[in-house]
């Protein structure tokens, strides 16, 4: 009996009742009343790509998903069409590829809200890990695997830490210092988030997220930065 509460008090939270349940009530609650707000500014967004760089407006790529099944992630596109193509999968600091309505995008992170579809439709959730590039979810090991336990976010811990990637990475090299500084503590914060995973982390996580990004979109807007 003791063995089998001690098993019990050790199991992570992905086996909760909140993630397998209670999180996906939230999800399809939270994203369909912000999708019921927002559809006017999607559609102000898309008439703008549309016009500076035609269509498609929606960028999608292969990413790995919940329980390791494979999904289409969705964004507004940011780039040139077949940027893939052109370059890495990493955005270097000023990526020669991104557009000019697809940087201001990228620096107010509004380019992520087509991922609220996704989360109604159960591809995704607001907070968890950040879908990883295939190359990179097929080399996951160990403790890494838990991340595939959770659906993936549009934000996390990750998302706070390095919401200045593209500042970390530089203009040169960006999948190779991507590789080498900053994949395994993503990766890390992730498993932690799948281990952790519970409302009060879930609170955390989105009130820290809309800190940081009024930060970096103050910084961008009024002083600036990296323009």
Known sequence: MEQTVAASAAAPSYQGVYN?????????????????????????????????????????????????????????????????????????????????????????????????????????????????????????????????QVRPGITDYSSVEFINLDEIVGDENADEMYEKYVLKKKNALRVQYARTVSLKTDIDILVKTVLAVLGKAFGFIVRKEHR
């Open 20 to 148: 397998r349940y209670i999180k996906r009530v939230l999800d399809l609650v939270v994203s369909g009343a912000a999708l019921l707000v927002l559809w006017p500014f999607l559609l102000v967004i898309t008439v703008l790509i549309a016009l500076e760089d035609g269509f498609p407006v929606l960028y999608r790529a292969e990413r790995g998903g919940y329980l390791g099944q494979t999904f289409r992630i969705c964004k507004f596109r940011t780039m040139v069409k077949n940027a893939d193509r052109i370059g890495g999968g990493t955005t270097s600091l000023h990526d020669p590829r991104i557009t000019k309505i697809g940087n201001v995008l990228r620096k107010t992170k509004m380019d992520e809200l087509p991922q609220l579809g996704q989360v109604f439709l159960g591809k995704m959730s607001l907070v968890g890990p950040r879908p990883e590039l295939l190359r990179y979810v097929s080399q996951y090991q160990g403790d890494e695997l838990d991340i595939l």
